[in-house]
């Protein structure tokens, strides 16, 4: 459950940084956007697993934007809104909204319906394919009762691609899972962190489970 993005679209500043503050304490990546019209493009080039999205914005409002993404994504949204009408309630959950939280309402019940949210949409198993493990606790990946210590940089990498197994993963998807403060990094800076990641695992097993799909980025792909 940890180490998922969520998107927070909540034009209050100050509401959306303290629940900036409550995801990442719940070891969540965060990103908030302020103005309806800019949360499709925003979408075009980045990975969620979850989006917070409030009804009333600048720009497009909350209803017309869970209405587009629907269009191409089931990505879990839950609707957050001033108003209790129930007609508002079933606008939402007849477009597709997972979950309904009206203000004003506590952080740490919001991340906790983010979790079972995930739960119910991405059952989580033991993060184990043919004795292949990841341990978050220990920042492990281990193969047959051995295992290897990955950098935390490493460890996200491994667990971004793994999450969503033979999905091919842009370096700029990479770079945003593991560098939430937009800083600028090369492509050449991912290529090294696989690099050094591959080498680690084929200490492990001699499979090749990370492959690079050339001109695009790179996708987990266990060997049946």
């Not at 302020?34 to 909350?62: C, F, R, S, T, Y």
């Not at 309402?105 to 292949?132: I, M, Q």
């Not at 969503?164 to 090369?186: A, H, K, P, T």
Request: charged share 25%; glycine share 4%; hydrophobic share 40%.
């Amino acid at each position: 459950m940890t180490n998922k993005t969520v998107l927070i679209v909540e034009d209050e500043i100050k509401l959306a940084r303290i629940l900036e503050d409550y995801l990442t304490q719940a070891l969540f990546l965060t990103h908030s956007i302020h103005d309806g019209n800019q949360v499709l493009d925003w979408l075009e080039h980045h990975h969620v697993d979850a989006i917070i999205l409030d009804i009333m914005l600048p720009g497009k409002d909350g209803l017309q934007i869970c209405r587009e993404i629907r269009q191409f994504s089931q990505v879990p949204i839950l609707m957050v809104t001033a108003k209790a009408e129930e007609n508002d309630r079933l606008i939402g959950l007849e477009l597709g909204v997972d979950d309904y939280i009206c203000k004003p309402f506590s952080p740490r019940e919001v991340v906790a319906r983010v979790k079972t949210v995930l739960r119910r949409t991405n059952p989580v198993d033991d993060k184990s394919v043919s004795g292949f493990k990841i341990d978050q606790d220990k920042m492990q990946v281990a193969y047959n009762q051995q295992h290897v210590t990955l950098t935390t940089v490493e460890f996200h990498i491994l667990q971004r691609l793994e999450s969503e197994q033979g999905r091919i993963f842009s370096r700029d998807q990479l770079m945003n899972c593991i560098y939430s403060d937009n800083r600028i990094v090369s492509d050449r800076t991912i290529d090294s962190h696989i690099k050094k990641l591959r080498k680690k695992i084929q200490t492990l097993c001699d499979k090749e489970i990370i492959h690079s799909v050339y001109g695009v980025g790179y996708k987990f792909v266990w060997p049946t």
